[in-house]
C-alpha cells in the first residue's frame, strides 16, 4: 500500500492543523495506521495510532488530550487533528501501515510498519 501524508503547514501556537494519509494501491482498511514525527535533530517518535477498524487508538504522551485519530476505510484515509499546538510540535509528521493485516500491538514500534508516506511539514511559531 503506497501512502501519502498531506495538510501540513505553517500555524500558531495554540492553534490547529488537520494531517490526511491518504492510500492507494490497495485498501487502507485491514491495516493499522501510525503517525510518527520526526523534528530537527531528533529521532522519529511516535505520535499516534488507529486500528484497522478504528475502534482503538494510541497516543504519544506528549500530545494526549491534544490530538485525535480518526479514518474513514471509505475514503481510504487516516487524519490526524492537532488541536492547541505548541512549538515543540514543530516537526515531518509521517503516517505508516502495519506491516501485517488486521494486527494492533502497543507499544507501535517503528519496525512493525513497512509502508510510511513521503511526510508533511508541520511548523508551530510561538
Known amino acids: 500500500v503506497q501512502l501519502q501524508a498531506s495538510g501540513g503547514g505553517l500555524v500558531q501556537a495554540g492553534g490547529s492543523l488537520r494531517l490526511s494519509c491518504a492510500a492507494s494501491?490497495?485498501?487502507?482498511?485491514?491495516?493499522?495506521v501510525g503517525w510518527f514525527r520526526q523534528a530537527p535533530g531528533k529521532e522519529r517518535e511516535f505520535v499516534a495510532g488507529i486500528s484497522w477498524s478504528g475502534k482503538r487508538t494510541s497516543f504519544g504522551d506528549s500530545v494526549k488530550g491534544r490530538f485525535t485519530i480518526s479514518r474513514d476505510n471509505a475514503k481510504n484515509t487516516v487524519y490526524l487533528q492537532m488541536n492547541s499546538l505548541k512549538p515543540e510540535d514543530t516537526a515531518v509528521y509521517y503516517c505508516?501501515?502495519?506491516?501485517?493485516?488486521?494486527?494492533?500491538?502497543?507499544?507501535?514500534?517503528?519496525?512493525?510498519?513497512?509502508?510510511w508516506g513521503q511526510g508533511t511539514l508541520v511548523t508551530v511559531s510561538s
Open positions: 505508516a501501515a502495519h506491516r501485517s493485516l488486521e494486527i494492533y500491538t502497543t507499544p507501535f514500534l517503528q519496525g512493525d510498519f513497512g509502508s
Open positions: 494501491g490497495r485498501t487502507l482498511s485491514l491495516y493499522t
